[in-house]
């Protein structure tokens, strides 16, 4: 850090500084956050956060919001910041881009930061293209979708990916974030309403698996022809595919809970047919007692 930017360096209270509004990324209290709080109770604050003025005298987080928790909960009151003017735009394009350096970055966490980022390029008089095909007007030659993928390493249609993943249910963004339903899949999921979505969503918690690209292909098709109801998700998601668990034979999750964890779902209807046979007997043996 050269002498001019620790110049600009000072000492804020935790409590005058905003955290930035939509913030994109997930600040998590996990090993990661454990082993930085550590790091800072030893080391202190090795790069201050960025911060830029607000009114009444407070600040808004434009980077910093890991460090910021850490210093909470390493019980500190007062962190290293950087002041710097700059206007929402400017912050967002500061704020994500510092945030693309992250190790790992889940998939709603680009989703979010890309939206943002495009949309301030917008107001700034750039095109996004946002929904559009990867012949989109071109600004310079380049559309902002291809200036952003050369910064962060990706793709414009991939770029598009992700966008397109701010339209999906949190049910189903968290299956993309846990890695059970991959990108494909989840941009043609992206294109379903709300209703359908947690319909699709029911229908995973059922049939224990996600669904596989050409099932979320034909979920798409069904919805463009108009006839995409629950029924059509249902049986769509009880095709069975060759890594699929075998789901059981019942929706009713108590009669689950009544058969031994030992009996296979292929043999769970033979084992409830042989336990009802046996209570007939029960109860017909005792009518014949009763005579």
Known sequence: MSKKENDNVTAIPLSQITDFPDHPYQVRDDDSMNELVESIKERGLIQPILVRPVENGRYEMVSGHRRKRAFELAGIDKIPARVKELSRDEAILAMVDSNL???????????????????????????????????????????????????????QDQIRRYIRLNNLIPQILDLVDEGKIAMRPAVEISFLPE?????????I?????????????????????????????DTIMDEEKPNQKI????????????????VPAEKQCDYVLKALEFYNRYRQKKKEQAR
């Open 101 to 155: 350096q992250r190790e790992v970055i889940l998939p709603s966490e680009k989703a979010k930061a890309y939206k943002m980022r495009l949309e301030a390029m917008k107001r700034q008089g750039q095109r996004t293209d946002l929904t559009s095909v990867p012949s989109a007007q071109k600004l310079s030659g380049k559309t902002s979708r291809e200036l952003l993928g050369e910064q962060v390493g990706e793709s």
């Open 195 to 203: 209703e359908a979505q947690r319909n699709l969503h029911e229908a």
């Open 205 to 233: 918690q059922y049939t224990d698996c996600t669904p596989s690209h050409d099932q979320t292909i034909r979920m798409r098709k069904a919805l463009n022809d108009g006839r995409l109801t629950k029924e059509v998700v």
């Open 247 to 262: 789901k059981s034979p019942f929706r009713d999750n108590r009669i689950e809970k009544l058969i031994p964890k030992s």
